[in-house]
């Protein structure tokens, strides 16, 4: 019985790991890594983030985005109570909003990734 314990790599994979031992979150755990590893797609268990229902990623999608959004709105009443004379809020929206969206989907990616995880190997100790 093999008493080794697992790791789960979420960053770049150590120059010292083991099949056997490591587990990656995803395939960028390699990246700058090709040449220690020229196999790994073969010898690694690598994660994959699929989504079975789209339609719910999609709604997760934007929903992430009206949070992001919902935060330029809050910060802009921030702004307005120490600064009356701040520009108004579409202003904000339009400088922001792109920004403020994909910050949100990120977020809402990673911690996906992370819920998969924790479903797949939360009852392993890593």
């Known amino acids: 019985m093999n008493n080794e314990i697992k790791y789960l790599v979420l960053g770049q994979i150590p120059d010292d790991a083991k099949p056997e031992t490591h587990i990656a979150a995803?395939?960028?755990?390699?990246?700058?890594?090709?040449?220690?590893?020229?196999?790994?797609?073969?010898?690694?268990?690598i994660i994959e983030?699929?989504?079975?229902?789209?339609m719910k990623y999609r709604i997760e999608d934007l929903s992430a985005a009206g949070w992001g959004i919902r935060q330029i709105h809050k910060q802009w009443r921030v702004i307005k109570s120490i600064q009356p004379d701040t520009?108004?809020?579409?202003?904000?929206?339009?400088?922001?909003?792109?920004?403020a969206i994909i910050t949100a989907n990120v977020i809402r990616?990673?911690?996906?990734?992370?819920?998969?995880?924790?479903?797949?190997?939360?009852?392993?100790?890593?």
């Open 87 to 99: 520009l108004p809020l579409n202003v904000y929206e339009l400088v922001l909003g792109r920004w």
């Open 109 to 126: 990616d990673c911690q996906l990734k992370l819920d998969r995880l924790i479903h797949k190997y939360g009852d392993q100790e890593l």
């Open 49 to 54: 983030h699929s989504f079975d229902d789209s």
């Open 26 to 45: 995803g395939q960028w755990c390699f990246l700058g890594k090709e040449k220690l590893f020229p196999d790994w797609r073969n010898k690694y268990v």
